[in-house]
């Protein structure tokens, strides 16, 4: 004899799990969003792509790419940080995460609004002159800024970013008055650079960067890297010249809105991961001589932990303020 309550009970909870899944398929199915804090063009943008294109693939389902330069990448990082959802990534320095933060006040608290999912690479930090510049050496840019206190200008991807922090260390140790030039991410810098409109810049090393210095278009002064670039290898770092505390690098990688689960980060670092070591990928990366550094959930938020707290200590010793 047919239990018609069993079977209405079990039509019940199919229709459940239809719902359920029908639920589940339309968000896989919603596009992700990666936000980049800096303007379109430079290398976190272009990076951010080639990673967008892969990911869809990967996914199943678009991922588009939304820039929200300003404020040295803090007003996209605060964009990632109120998604509140899993379906937004930012990929970024981590200086808005570990460093703004210490100079300015930010609408988001960095270490529990936003959550670690994937570092990419490391990057090393190129000081150079453009056409306006005079000299050729680091040497030559402290005699003219000693000889000239308001004449020289330095460009860099924002306040609060880690070139304004690399700048107030060399400005600091110097005792020298290097005027400080924001801003919203590296793309706009390298036309103004080559147009006058500043005489020094603090980038990440990139192809584009690569080549002007080739070219002669822009001069290589000294670099922000552990040990001399096996591609550069007659420019000093900067900890060479006797600027220690300057001699920074920028780590680049994802982060997810603070309250994203822990399967969903462990996953997108295992997709992040796969894609970072693709050689259509990496190579372009390489080549420009930045550094691959893949790793788990754990060790991004353990480096992120440490950054935020080295660089507080930095900040409050130099007593750094936003202009």
């Known amino acids: 004899m047919l239990n018609l309550k069993r079977i209405a009970g079990l039509c019940a909870l199919g229709a459940a799990c239809a719902f359920s899944g029908a639920v589940q398929a339309q ?4 596009a992700m969003t990666i936000v980049v804090p800096y303007g379109a063009g430079g290398i976190v943008d272009n990076t951010a792509r ?39 990534l930012g990929f970024t320095a981590v200086s808005p995460v570990t460093l703004s933060p210490h100079v300015m006040k ?11 999912v994937a570092a990419v690479m490391y990057s090393p930090v190129y000081l ?17 800024a000693k000889a000239d206190p308001d004449g020289l200008s330095l460009a860099t991807a924002g306040v609060g970013s880690l070139g304004h922090l690399m700048l107030e260390q060399i400005n600091g140790q110097a005792g020298v008055r290097i005027a400080h030039v924001p801003y919203k991410g590296m793309a706009q810098m390298v036309p103004d650079a080559l147009g006058g409109q500043f005489t020094l810049m ?21 670099v922000g890297s552990p ?19 300057a001699n920074m690098t920028s780590t680049f990688g994802f982060f997810a809105p603070g309250g994203a689960s822990p399967e969903f980060r462990a996953r997108m670092n295992g997709l ?38 080295d660089n507080g200590k930095i900040v409050k010793d130099a007593n750094i303020r936003a202009e």
């Open 27 to 30: 968000a896989d199915a919603k």
């Open 50 to 88: 080639a990673f967008a294109q892969k990911l869809a693939a990967e996914l199943g389902r678009p991922v588009v790419v939304e820039n929200r330069g300003g404020a040295g990448g803090m007003i996209g990082m605060n964009a990632v940080a109120r998604a509140h959802d899993e379906n937004t």
């Open 106 to 116: 930010t609408l988001y608290d960095p270490l529990k609004d936003l959550a670690p």
């Open 128 to 144: 150079v002159g453009g056409p306006k510049f005079t000299g050729k050496t680091f040497k030559d840019m402290l005699a003219q």
């Open 202 to 222: 603090l980038v990440n090393a990139s192809g584009p960067i690569n080549a002007l210095i080739d070219e002669g278009k822009l001069a290589l002064l000294a």
């Open 227 to 245: 040990v001399r670039l096996p591609g550069r290898p007659d420019t000093p770092t900067l900890a060479e010249l006797g600027y220690p505390m």
């Open 272 to 309: 992040i991961n796969k894609i970072a070591a693709m050689p259509d990928v990496s190579k372009p990366l390489t080549d420009a001589l930045n550094i691959m550094s893949p790793g788990t959930v754990e060790q991004f938020a353990a480096q992120v932990q440490k950054e935020y707290a």
